[in-house]
C-alpha cells in the first residue's frame, strides 16, 4: 500500500498481466530487492520484503479456482514458507508438480522438502543446501545436482556464465555450457531462468 505498489500495479495493468490475485497490504511496503552491481555485470542482493510476508493461506485459498487448474507451480523463497507450503498442498491435491527456486538460501523444513519434484538453486545455494562447499563452474553444478537428489526427485543447478547442471533420481543427468553472449547485467537472468523453465 505505498507508491510502488500502486506503480507496480499500473504496469501490470497496462502490460495485460492477471493481477486478480494481487492484495494490497493495508499499511505494508511493497516488496523489493535492491541490485549491487560489479564491474563485470555479476550482482548481489539486498531484499526488503515488506508486503510479501503477509503472504498466506488466505491467499491461496482465494486463487482456489486456479489452483485446480495448476501443472505447474514455480514457488521461491521471498514468502514466508507457510505460504509456499499451502500453496504446494493444494496445487499437489489436483496433480500438479511443484519446481522450488530456492532463492534465496535459507533453511528449508522437511514438509516443504517433500512436497518439492524439482529443485532449482544457484552454486551459492546449492552450497547451502547441501552443507558442502561447491564450486562455481560447470563440473561444480553437476556434483551440486548429484548431491541434492539425494533430498529431492530432482535438481538444477546453474553456474552462471558457465552453464547448468541437471540429475534426478532416475539416473538422468547432464550438464549444458552456456551460450557465450555480451555481459550488460546478470539482474533478474535466474528468475527469467526459473520462469522459462517451468513454463517450459
Known amino acids: 500500500d505505498d507508491d510502488f505498489g500502486r506503480v507496480l500495479l499500473g504496469n501490470l495493468e497496462r502490460k495485460g498481466v492477471d493481477s486478480r490475485f494481487v492484495r494490497v497490504?493495508?499499511?505494508?511496503?511493497?516488496?523489493?530487492?535492491?541490485?549491487?552491481?560489479?564491474?563485470?555485470?555479476?550482482?548481489?542482493?539486498?531484499?526488503?520484503?515488506?508486503?510479501?510476508?503477509?503472504?498466506?493461506?488466505?491467499?491461496?485459498?482465494?486463487?482456489?479456482?486456479?489452483?485446480?487448474?495448476t501443472a505447474v507451480l514455480l514457488l521461491q523463497n521471498e514468502v514466508p514458507e507457510a505460504a509456499n507450503i499451502a500453496a504446494a498442498r493444494a496445487v499437489r491435491r489436483h496433480g500438479g508438480r511443484i519446481v522450488l527456486n530456492a532463492a534465496p538460501a535459507r533453511k528449508l523444513s522437511g514438509e516443504l522438502i517433500a512436497l518439492t519434484d524439482i529443485v532449482m538453486v544457484n552454486a551459492v545455494e546449492a552450497e547451502f543446501l547441501a552443507?558442502?562447499?561447491?564450486?562455481?563452474?560447470?563440473?561444480?553444478?553437476?556434483q551440486a545436482a548429484r548431491m541434492l537428489v539425494d533430498f529431492y526427485p530432482a535438481a538444477i543447478v546453474t553456474a552462471g556464465g558457465?552453464?547448468?547442471?541437471?540429475?534426478?533420481?532416475?539416473?538422468?543427468?547432464?550438464?549444458?555450457?552456456?551460450?557465450?553472449?555480451?555481459?550488460?547485467?546478470?539482474?533478474?537472468?535466474?528468475?527469467?531462468?526459473?520462469?522459462?523453465?517451468?513454463?517450459?
Open 131 to 142: 552443507g558442502v562447499p561447491v564450486v562455481d563452474t560447470l563440473e561444480g553444478a553437476a
Open 25 to 69: 497490504a493495508p499499511g505494508a511496503g511493497s516488496g523489493m530487492s535492491v541490485a549491487i552491481f560489479d564491474d563485470g555485470g555479476d550482482y548481489g542482493a539486498v531484499i526488503v520484503s515488506g508486503s510479501n510476508l503477509t503472504l498466506g493461506e488466505k491467499d491461496i485459498a482465494a486463487a482456489t479456482e486456479i489452483i485446480a487448474h
Open 162 to 200: 558457465e552453464g547448468v547442471a541437471y540429475c534426478d533420481r532416475d539416473g538422468q543427468a547432464f550438464a549444458l555450457a552456456a551460450i557465450p553472449v555480451k555481459v550488460v547485467s546478470t539482474h533478474g537472468a535466474g528468475d527469467e531462468f526459473a520462469g522459462a523453465f517451468a513454463a517450459g
